[in-house]
């Protein structure tokens, strides 16, 4: 190929685009490994096998449940956790391990000693998960803005309106949510 002037010209069009290509894959992985950096500042991975987590709530999930006189009343609002936002995730984690460690591990009153050692067993790996964010928070700020402060208080206002030993026992019941929204907010997920 030539140039107006007939000179050679020194890019033929494969090699254009083959420029063009790999500019363009470039640009699109400085994308993707800055969006992956900026959403891992906006979490803590949890370094707590979550399965034995899960696998004794179900063990108890039946007992708690079946216990449970208020079907229709929640404490843990699924939407209510959804609607947190990333940069609220550390603080709300925190609160909602604070409050089934000072409240809700500490009010229930379980007679089964088998059940009290999986409730036992979730409590420890509660404190497992909190000091795992503690290490976090050492690198990042965990602050709560007001939406998470209120989504806090609102769960704790659901938890005043029953009884002592039924909002414990409600919310073991629901360890469910807590344990779904905290797989999906701190664990880093397989590479396939």
Same mark, same amino acid.
């Given at each position: 190929m030539t140039d107006s002037l007939g000179g050679q010209l020194t890019? +033929?069009? &494969? @090699?254009?685009?083959? +420029? !063009? %290509? &790999? =500019? +363009?894959w470039l640009l699109g992985m400085t994308l993707i490994l800055c969006s992956v950096h900026i959403y891992s500042l906006r979490r803590c991975l949890i370094s707590v096998d979550m399965r034995l987590i899960e696998k004794s709530f179900h063990e108890i999930k039946r007992a708690m449940q079946t216990k449970d006189t208020f079907k229709n009343v929640t404490i843990l =609002? #699924? @939407?209510?956790l959804r609607s947190i936002k990333p940069g609220d995730v550390c603080c709300m984690t925190n609160n909602l391990l604070t409050f089934y460690r000072d409240r809700v591990f500490q009010d229930h !009153?379980?007679? $089964?000693l088998e059940? #009290?050692?999986?409730? =036992? $067993?979730? &409590?420890? =790996?509660? #404190? %497992?998960v909190q000091k795992s964010l503690e290490r976090c928070q050492v690198h990042r700020q965990c602050? %709560? $803005?007001q939406e998470a402060t209120n989504a806090t208080r609102i769960i704790h206002d659901n938890y005043n309106q029953l009884e002592v030993s039924s909002a414990a026992l409600k919310s073991l019941g629901e360890l469910n949510i807590l344990l779904a929204w905290i797989d999906r907010n701190h664990l880093e997920t397989p590479a396939a």
């Open positions: 890019f +033929t069009f &494969a @090699e254009d685009m083959k +420029t !063009q %290509c &790999a =500019s +363009t =609002s #699924l @939407e209510n !009153q379980e007679r $089964s059940v #009290l050692r999986r409730i =036992s $067993s979730i &409590a420890n =790996s509660f #404190l %497992c602050n %709560c $803005s």
